[in-house]
């Protein structure tokens, strides 16, 4: 919640680099206004309940649906 009250205080001259656990945190970045436009997916590890879709991202429902509503906000997830 923090970085949705604050990054708007950044200069539009500002790089910003947001580092997130899962895509559901991201979702809420976007959700809560913060302007993002391009997710990388990375080493989002294997266990009970999820399954693998690259060598590296093993996803679920959960992270899924965080990633269908990030789309369907304009940001592209590769």
Not at 33 to 45: D, F, S
Not at 50 to 69: G, H, L, M, P, W
Request: positive net charge; charged residues 25%; proline residues 3%.
């Amino acid at each position: 919640q923090k970085t949705i009250d604050v990054i708007h205080k950044a200069s539009e001259k500002q790089k910003i680099f947001v580092l997130c656990n899962s895509p559901t945190d991201v979702a809420r970045l976007v959700e809560g206004g913060v302007p993002l436009t391009h997710c990388n997916v990375g080493n989002m590890h294997f266990h009970e309940g999820k399954r693998q879709i690259a060598k590296t991202v093993s996803v679920d429902e959960k992270d899924i649906n965080a990633f269908e509503r990030m789309v369907e906000r304009g940001v592209t997830c590769t």
